[in-house]
């Protein structure tokens, strides 16, 4: 009678090749890259406009029963003359209280904000919010739909939906001045 075969050993087993490895991760992060790209993108849209929400709303709330400026901005920069952040200033107006309230009331409502825009950032209006020592600008363009949002903090980037476009449009055709001869408006 023979002996039986030695059960394998872990030594004893043959080991899977490096190719074989190298597939099996490949075809996990295909795997992983499908699932992520299938995900519904509206979520993040809502996400997106609901922070710009939340941080006008941090911003812009504060400054209740303070005065807000209005701005007509050049698009392009020139050397000389008065600026706001980079933008020559073309037209500067103090808001009254009603004013001021429309302007806050569009910038507080979720609404007013999208997921994203263009980025030519040509801009044509601002505002600045004050608020004890400190003050908010909000440039706009009605272009591309963004607002760049600029104080004592970071840099921060507001899409404009078309509702929210549509209402700041009517804000400055109520508060641009009538351009001079040889002046865009």
Not at 42 to 47: A, D, I, L, Q, V
Not at 109 to 124: H, I, M
């Amino acid at each position: 009678m023979t002996d039986p075969p030695p059960a394998p050993t872990l030594s004893s087993r043959k080991r899977p090749s490096i190719s074989f490895l190298l597939v099996l991760a490949s075809l996990g992060l295909v795997t992983v890259g499908i699932v992520v790209w299938l995900q519904p993108r509206s979520s993040s849209r809502e996400n997106h406009a609901e922070r710009s929400a939340t941080e006008a709303r941090e911003l812009v709330d504060l400054t209740r029963g303070s005065g807000v400026t209005f701005f007509r901005v050049a698009s392009s920069p020139r050397k000389e003359g008065p600026r706001l952040r980079e933008w020559p200033i073309l037209q500067t107006k103090e808001l009254d209280f009603n004013a001021s309230e429309d302007v806050r009331s569009v910038l507080l409502s979720a609404d007013t904000y999208a997921e994203t825009g263009a980025k030519c950032f040509e801009p044509g209006l601002a505002f600045r919010f004050r608020s004890g020592g400190g003050e908010v600008d909000l440039i706009v363009c009605l272009q591309c739909n963004w607002i760049y949002v600029y104080g004592n903090f970071e840099t921060r980037y507001w899409a404009l939906s078309d509702r929210g476009k549509s209402r700041l449009l009517k804000i400055y055709e109520t508060h641009v001045e009538v351009p001079t001869t040889g002046e865009k408006k």
